[in-house]
């Protein structure tokens, strides 16, 4: 099942008090710092974003030690989240995003990595379609919120258009990673593209589950009407 799976992907760490306990704002770059707190260092990187990385950037080293850009969600500041809170004792891990980025230290690829329990389940034995567009939304939303951050804009942005193209169902349980780079920037308009990537189970091949393309709209300096309060940045 997706709660006695030994293996690396489908079992679904479960965050514990110290890990609850999130660094200073201040170990977090300004650019993540609105939305995403520090990976406890005790935690391993997932094998699924491992041999993703492997496929999408031959090459890329990541080692643990080594990583700036690799994050988890702030659930303190995201209490009420769909993803990171509600559904988080229905089914679905806690995400670890990794953020590559060039010589100028603009983002220009980010990595986002889930486990699927089957309480997500659709089709029998596989995830709700809705479940992976929802998880590449915030995969387009991640990418789009840090590359504008990183250009020097507020990072506010909505989306205005998301296409998803299914080429496989998700099994499940199961490691989804999420992969979106930047397609173009006009204006206030930024467009990009990505997919969903599914691994059964530690050391398995990767299998295309959904191939996408978004377009987000940096909110008008001074718009307040998406917010709540300081936690809805």
């Known amino acids: 099942s997706g709660r006695g799976n030994a293996d ?16 200073e704002d201040a ?11 520090a990976m406890p260092p005790s935690r391993p990187l997932p094998p699924a974003l491992l041999a993703a990385l492997a496929q ?5 080293a990541l080692l643990r030690e080594q990583v700036t850009q690799v994050f988890r969600r702030s659930r303190r500041r995201f209490p009420q989240h769909f ?4 559904l988080q004792s229905q089914g679905l891990g806690d995400a670890v995003y990794y953020f590559q980025v060039d010589e100028q230290a603009v983002v220009q690829k980010v990595f986002v990595c889930w486990t699927l329990g089957e309480e997500l389940e659709g089709p029998p034995g596989h995830c709700h379609g809705g479940c992976i567009a929802s998880l590449i939304d915030d995969a387009f939303g991640a990418f789009t919120n840090t590359h504008l951050r990183s250009k020097g804009h ?17 099994p499940l349980p199961c490691a989804v990673v999420c992969v979106v780079t930047l397609d173009r920037h006009d204006g206030r308009k930024v467009f990009s593209k990505g997919q969903a990537l599914v691994q059964k189970t530690e050391g398995a091949a990767l299998v295309t589950s959904c191939e996408a393309n978004a377009l987000f709209v940096e909110l008008k300096a001074g718009y307040s009407g998406m917010k709540k309060g300081e936690g809805n940045k």
């Open 8 to 23: 690396g992907n489908s079992a679904r760490a479960a965050a514990s008090p110290q890990e609850e306990e999130e660094t």
């Open 56 to 60: 999408q950037s031959p090459g890329s």
């Open 154 to 170: 507020s990072g506010e942005a909505v989306t205005a258009f998301l296409h998803v193209d299914y080429k496989a169902p998700t």
């Open 83 to 86: 993803l990171h809170s509600t």
């Open 27 to 37: 170990a977090v770059p300004e650019i993540y710092r609105a939305r995403y707190a």
